[in-house]
């Protein structure tokens, strides 16, 4: 049985940092985040009985190691649901990104999403995009948001029906323009999460996130852009100087990184443009601002020696007939 999803991936707007348990992946607190369109991962699935093993293909390149076994916990919570006895065929699942990866794009969140989506499918699961999520999750946390699409809020829990992601109704998807300062500089976001509660700051950051949330809540629902988007900028700083004071002292944001911040914030402050800078566990920035001016956006952002894209809000993780094999 074959079948195809895509997924786009996240922008966190109040991230989660840290897990509570590695292998169930449940992370310490609430996240809530947006999808970013047209990026996306298409990944194609088959579980086939004339398969030797089940093999793992990303970008053209096997999959083998860490990046493996995450995927292959995706792939042994779809066959503890399914139900249909092809589903303890091997599987072969092969994975491509439209954008840049590891470089703080959230490309973990769309790939473990369309291929918890896919697999889903494929297996004969009659899920919807919730419990879907809570698949993708033992993934990536942040793949669960990438699930269900939009802006997304994955919920804190000791099990999957308090741990799983739910849509937050908005309007701002069609006026939000996301340009993107690529700063290719390679990351490891799942080594900064392993020692995230070895920072000082880090019960800081854990008192004020509940508040943190709800008042994202509240601005998505009131369709607030610069509300939700000054809250996302402030999360940023605050992950960050979490991360920095973590044992090895990640340092993720580079000269080309603080020059982007810098110009964000001069024509916030001395032309009033209604935009704000966000990072996740990376040196890119998305620069969030609205249609009327991703154009001149982009162009203060290219002129700081960067390659730009510019996206929008993208929807939920949906199966496509198009298969990659």
Excluded at 158 to 184: A, F, Q, T, Y
Excluded at 245 to 265: C, D, H, S
Aim: overall charge negative.
């Amino acid at each position: 049985m074959k079948a195809t999803a895509i997924a786009h991936p996240i922008q966190g707007l109040v991230k989660y940092h840290g897990m509570r348990d590695d292998e169930k992946r449940l992370p310490y607190h609430d996240s809530i985040s947006l999808c970013t369109a047209p990026s996306h991962t298409k990944t194609t699935v088959e579980f086939s009985s004339e398969l030797d093993a089940d093999t793992f293909v990303v970008d053209g390149e096997t999959l083998e190691g860490r990046a493996a076994e995450r995927v292959d916990s995706v792939v042994a919570k779809v066959r503890e649901q399914a139900d249909a006895d092809h589903a303890a065929d091997p599987v072969r699942l092969e994975s491509e990104n439209s954008f840049p990866t590891n470089v703080g794009l959230g490309s973990s969140s769309s790939g473990f999403a369309a291929a918890a989506m896919a697999l889903s499918e494929a297996a004969g699961l009659e899920a919807d995009l919730e419990t879907v999520s809570t698949i993708a999750r033992v993934g990536s946390a942040s793949a669960a948001r990438a699930v269900t699409g939009s802006f997304s809020q994955l919920h804190t829990g000791l099990n999957d029906e308090d741990c799983r992601s739910r849509e937050i109704p908005s309007e701002l998807d069609e006026d939000v323009r996301i340009v993107v300062g690529l700063v290719p500089y390679h990351k490891e976001t799942e080594d900064a999460h392993d020692e995230a509660a070895d920072s000082h700051m880090f019960q800081a950051r854990n008192a004020h996130i509940h508040g943190q949330i709800a008042e994202m809540r509240d601005a998505l629902r009131g369709n607030d852009f610069d509300r939700v988007f000054e809250l996302a900028e402030h999360d940023s700083l605050s992950l960050a100087a979490t991360t920095m004071t973590g044992p090895k002292g990640w340092v993720y944001w580079q000269p080309a990184t603080l020059e982007i911040f810098n110009r964000v914030r001069r024509l916030r402050e001395e032309e009033d443009v209604p935009v704000y800078f966000s990072t996740d566990t990376g040196a890119s920035v998305y620069v969030n601002t609205t249609e009327e001016y991703a154009d001149r956006i982009e162009e203060e952002v290219s002129d700081c020696g960067v390659e730009t894209m510019v996206w929008e809000v993208g929807g939920p993780a949906r199966t496509v007939d198009d298969h990659l094999f």
